[in-house]
Nanobody, 120 residues
């Protein structure tokens, strides 16, 4: 199985910054795309940013220009640098990854989530 563990969440004032990290571990052949999702209270989970195995990135319109997703392929880790944070960025942030096991079967994995709160 693939395990994803997020870190870096917390409480920050509006305009502040946080950096989230997510490390993948376990027995797997490959990781293709990695992504960050978030879910605010009473709302559906939404895609924040994604990065492919080739390094192509995609962002939600609401975070473009403020958030940056990056990846350390050697460490099987994905990061989310969040700048100019707003109260509406408050949510539980989830890491997501997909790929293949050595058997050839595909997988989709989720982390347990990390809380980000933006408040003065």
């Amino acid at each position: 199985q693939v395990q994803l563990v997020e870190s870096g969440g917390g409480l920050v004032q509006p305009g502040g910054s946080l950096r989230l990290s997510c490390a993948a571990s376990g027995r797997f052949f490959s990781i293709n795309d990695m992504a960050w999702y978030r879910q605010a209270p009473g709302k559906e989970r939404e895609l924040v940013a994604s990065i492919t195995s080739g390094g192509s990135t995609n962002y939600a319109d609401s975070v473009k220009g403020r958030f940056t997703i990056s990846r350390d392929y050697a460490k099987n880790t994905v990061y989310l640098q969040m700048n100019s944070l707003k109260p509406e960025d408050t949510a539980v942030y989830y890491c997501n990854a997909d790929g293949r096991y050595y058997s050839g079967n595909s997988y989709v994995a989720w982390g347990p989530g990390t809380q980000v709160a933006v408040s003065s």
